[in-house]
C-alpha cells in the first residue's frame, strides 16, 4: 500500500511538472520516516523534498523508482494534504528552530505560489528576521512589511515595527530605519519619547542617518501642530531634540538645526544647558552672532559654576567675534568671562529668548533653563581647547585667542589698544591670582617674529602708565636690536631702560622667554599665515535674514544685489536666507531666478553645493510646480553622489499635486510647453515611485 502511494507520489508530480499552469501540488504528504535504500537509509522526506524542489526549480525530474527496494515492508505513511498546508507546516518548523535560510526558501515558494501567509505565521517571520544581526535578515524583514498590502499592513503590531527599526537602527541602515518608522508615523503609531529617544541616537551617528533624523523629527512636529494633539507621552522631548541639533552641528546641517531650533520653540519644549550649547554651535557654523549674542546674558548667570559645561558657549561666541573682525568685542567678551561669579544668580524659571527679531510680531521665542544640567543626557559634551577652556575652576582664554588678537591688532595699526588690554589683564593679576598676565608673553612673542617695533610701542605703553612689564622683555628687545644691527635703536633703548633705573645683565645674553619658542609664539606664526579677515559675506548675511525674517524681501534683494556689485561671492547661507524668506511668502518664480544664479556660482566655482540647498530647492519647486527644475536638481545630486530623500519629496508631491496628469500621456497635450511639463510631472512620478 505504502509504495503505490509512493508511485501515485511520483506519477503525480511529473504529470503537474509538465502541466501548463501549476495550479497546486500532488494531494499527498509523506511523513519523515526511513527505508532502505541498497544498503543505506533513504529518508522519504527527503525524497519529497527533491521532489518538491524539482517541481518549483521546473528542471527536469531525475529520480529512479528502482532504487526503492521494496523487499522491506515499508511502514505506515500519514495523508496530510495539500503543498499549501507542507510549506505552512515546513516554514513553522525552520521558525521554530531558528533555521533562516530554510525559513526563507519556505517563505518564498510559498508566495510565489499563494501570496503571503496568515497574519501569524508572517508576523512570526518578521519576528525572527527583526532578531538577527545580520543587515540582509534586517533588509528582508523591512522589505516584506514594506510590499505588505494596506489591509495586511494594518494587522502589524507597534512592537514588531518598532523592534524591526530598532536592529536597522541599530545595523546602521538609516534609510530603512527612516521607511519603517515613516510607516508607522502615518499610521498614528509614533514611538513614545522614551522609545523614540534610543532609536534616533544610533541613527544619528552616521551623517545620512543625521539627516533623516532630522526629517522624521520635523514629520512628527508637524503631525502634532496640524492634529493638535495633546498626547504628552509620544510628543518628541528635549532630549530628541538635543541629540538632534548635536548631529546637525557635527555634520554641518546647520540650517536644518536652524529649522528644528524654531520647532522646539513651536512644541513649547524647554531648552536645558546642553540645547543651549548645540544651539551655539549651529548659530556660530551659520555664523549668526546676533542670534547668539541673546543667550549670552542667561548664560552669564550660571557660567561661573558651570565653566565645564558652558565654555563651549564662549568659545563659539568668541569665534563669531573673530569671523566679523571685531577685536573689542573679543577683549570685551574676556574681561566678562573673567568677572563671571561662582555663585549662581538669575531666576530659577525660563528664560525667553527671541528667535529672529524681538520686534517682528511674527517673530518665535524659545524656552531655556541654564542652569538644568541633566546628568542622564545621551548629549556629552567634548572636551577641547579652542579660544576659551576651563582651568582651575574658571574661564580662560587660550594662546590661540590672544595671538589673534594680537595680530588683528597689529594689522588694524592699534597697539595703543592692545597696550590697554594687555594693562587690564595685569590689573587684574593683582586681584586674582588665577588670572595669568600676558603682557611679557606678548612683548616676547613679538620679539621673537621680528615685530621690535611693537614690541617696544608696547613697553613705552606700559611705560607712560606707571605699569612697568618684567624687565627680562627689556632685556630681550635689547638684545634683538644688536642682532640685528639696529644700534641706533639699542642705544635709545638702553638710555630708557637706565633712566627707569632697570637692571639687566651686562652680557646681553639672551633671556629664557626669549630663547625658547613659546606655545604662544607657534600660535602668532599660524595667525599670521592666515592672511586678513574678509567678514563682509557674513555682515551682508546677517542683513539679509534679519530683512527675511521681516518679511521685507525688496531690501533683502538690494542688499544681495549689493553683494553682487561689490564682487562678494554669496554662500550657501546667503541663499539659504533668500529661498526660506521668498518661501514663507510662497514667491516661487522669484526663486527660479536664484536657481539661476546659484548654477553659475556653482559652476564658476565660487559655491559648494550640500545637501540643504538641493532639498529647500526641490520643496519649493515642487509647490510651485516647476517639475522641469525639481528633475534638474535631481540629476544635480545623483551627478554630486547626495542622497535625495525621495520619501519627502513624494509626500509633498502627493499634498499638492496627488492626481496631476496622472492620465494624460506625453503625446495628448495641447501644447508643447503642456507637453513638456507633464513629460516631467511623470519622470518625478515614477522616480518618486508613485506609479
Avoid at 508572517?122 to 527583526?130: K, Y
Wanted: proline content about 4%; glycine content about 4%.
Amino acid at each position: 500500500m505504502a509504495w503505490s502511494l509512493v508511485k501515485k507520489s511520483v506519477c503525480d508530480l511529473c504529470l503537474i511538472r509538465t502541466s501548463s499552469s501549476l495550479v497546486h501540488l500532488a494531494p499527498i504528504y509523506i511523513q519523515p520516516d526511513m527505508i532502505p535504500l541498497r544498503g543505506k537509509e533513504f529518508s522519504i522526506y527527503n525524497c519529497r523534498k527533491v521532489l518538491l524542489s524539482h517541481v518549483f526549480c521546473k528542471k527536469p525530474l531525475n529520480f529512479h523508482i528502482r532504487y526503492l527496494c521494496n523487499s522491506v515492508t515499508p511502514r505506515t505513511l500519514c495523508w496530510v494534504g495539500p503543498s499549501h498546508d507542507i510549506l505552512l507546516k515546513s516554514l513553522e518548523i525552520y521558525l521554530s528552530k531558528h533555521q533562516m535560510d530554510e525559513a526563507w526558501e519556505a517563505y518564498t515558494a510559498f508566495k510565489k505560489l499563494y501570496g503571503f501567509p496568515d497574519d501569524h505565521l508572517l508576523s512570526r517571520l518578521i519576528t525572527e528576521l527583526s532578531y538577527t544581526r545580520e543587515p540582509k535578515w534586517l533588509q528582508r524583514a523591512c522589505d516584506i512589511i514594506l510590499r505588505l498590502p494596506k489591509k495586511m499592513s494594518n494587522s502589524l503590531q507597534f512592537d514588531q515595527l518598532y523592534n524591526l527599526s530598532l536592529s536597522l537602527a541599530r545595523a546602521q541602515m538609516p534609510i530603512s530605519v527612516s521607511m519603517i518608522l515613516r510607516m508607522m508615523i502615518e499610521k498614528d503609531n509614533i514611538p513614545p519619547a522614551n522609545l523614540l529617544g534610543p532609536l534616533i541616537l544610533h541613527m544619528v551617528k552616521k551623517e545620512k542617518g543625521t539627516y533623516l533624523a532630522s526629517n522624521i523629527l520635523i514629520q512628527i512636529c508637524e503631525l502634532f501642530q496640524h492634529s493638535g494633539s495633546n498626547r504628552s507621552t509620544r510628543k518628541p522631548d528635549t532630549t530628541i531634540f538635543n541629540l538632534v541639533l548635536d548631529s546637525c552641528s557635527r555634520y554641518n546641517l546647520s540650517f536644518k538645526g536652524q529649522q528644528i531650533i524654531e520647532l522646539m520653540s513651536q512644541m513649547g519644549l524647554v531648552g536645558d544647558a546642553y540645547t543651549i550649547i548645540t544651539i551655539a554651535r549651529i548659530h556660530a557654523v551659520n555664523c549668526q552672532r546676533d542670534e547668539l549674542k541673546k543667550f549670552k546674558n542667561c548664560v552669564d548667570q550660571v557660567a561661573g559654576y558651570l565653566g565645564p559645561h558652558y565654555f563651549q558657549f564662549y568659545d563659539n561666541l568668541m569665534s563669531l567675534h573673530f569671523k566679523f573682525n571685531d577685536k573689542d568685542s573679543v577683549s570685551k567678551l574676556i574681561f566678562d568671562m573673567i568677572s563671571l561669579s561662582g555663585t549662581p544668580k538669575g531666576p530659577h524659571k525660563p528664560f525667553l529668548i527671541p528667535l529672529g527679531s524681538p520686534n517682528l510680531k511674527k517673530g518665535l521665542k524659545i524656552q531655556v533653563l541654564p542652569r538644568l544640567l541633566p546628568e542622564n543626557s545621551l548629549v556629552k559634551t567634548e572636551i577641547y581647547e579652542g579660544f576659551v577652556t576651563h582651568k582651575n575652576k574658571r574661564l580662560v582664554f587660550t594662546n590661540k585667542t590672544l595671538a589673534k588678537l594680537v595680530v588683528g591688532y597689529k594689522r588694524a595699526g592699534r597697539i595703543s589698544e592692545l597696550s590697554k588690554f594687555l594693562l587690564r589683564i595685569q590689573e587684574k593679576t593683582r586681584s586674582d591670582t588665577n588670572i595669568k598676565d600676558s603682557s611679557a608673553d606678548v612683548i616676547d612673542a613679538c620679539i621673537h617674529v621680528g615685530w621690535l617695533e611693537t614690541a617696544h610701542d608696547i613697553l613705552d605703553d606700559f611705560e607712560q602708565a606707571g605699569k612697568l612689564p618684567n624687565s627680562d622683555s627689556y632685556a630681550s628687545l635689547l638684545t634683538a636690536y644688536y642682532e640685528g644691527n639696529k644700534h641706533r635703536e639699542a642705544e635709545s633703548l638702553l638710555k630708557q631702560i637706565k633712566k627707569m633705573g632697570i637692571t639687566i645683565s651686562d652680557d646681553m645674553s639672551k633671556p629664557t622667554g626669549y630663547s625658547k619658542r613659546s606655545d604662544l609664539v607657534t600660535c602668532l606664526i599660524q595667525e599670521m599665515k592666515k592672511g586678513d579677515i574678509n567678514c563682509s559675506v557674513y555682515e551682508f548675511n546677517s542683513s539679509i535674514y534679519f530683512f527675511m525674517k521681516a518679511e521685507m524681501t525688496e531690501d533683502a534683494l538690494k542688499t544681495y544685489k549689493s553683494m553682487q556689485r561689490m564682487n562678494i561671492y554669496p554662500n550657501v547661507a546667503t541663499y539659504m536666507y533668500m529661498i526660506m524668506g521668498y518661501s514663507s511668502l510662497e514667491m516661487y518664480r522669484d526663486i527660479t531666478f536664484l536657481w539661476g544664479d546659484i548654477k553659475r556660482s556653482f559652476d564658476a566655482g565660487n559655491l559648494k553645493m550640500n545637501v540643504e540647498l538641493y532639498e529647500v530647492l526641490i520643496l519649493n519647486f515642487l509647490k510651485g510646480g516647476y517639475f522641469e527644475r525639481v528633475m534638474e536638481i535631481i540629476g544635480c545630486m545623483k551627478k554630486d553622489g547626495i542622497y535625495a530623500d525621495r520619501w519627502l519629496y513624494k509626500s509633498e508631491f502627493l499634498k499638492f499635486h496627488k492626481d496631476l496628469y496622472r492620465n494624460l500621456k506625453v503625446s495628448n497635450g495641447r501644447t508643447e510647453a503642456q507637453s513638456r511639463r507633464v513629460e516631467h510631472v511623470k519622470a518625478f512620478r515614477k522616480w518618486a515611485g508613485i506609479d
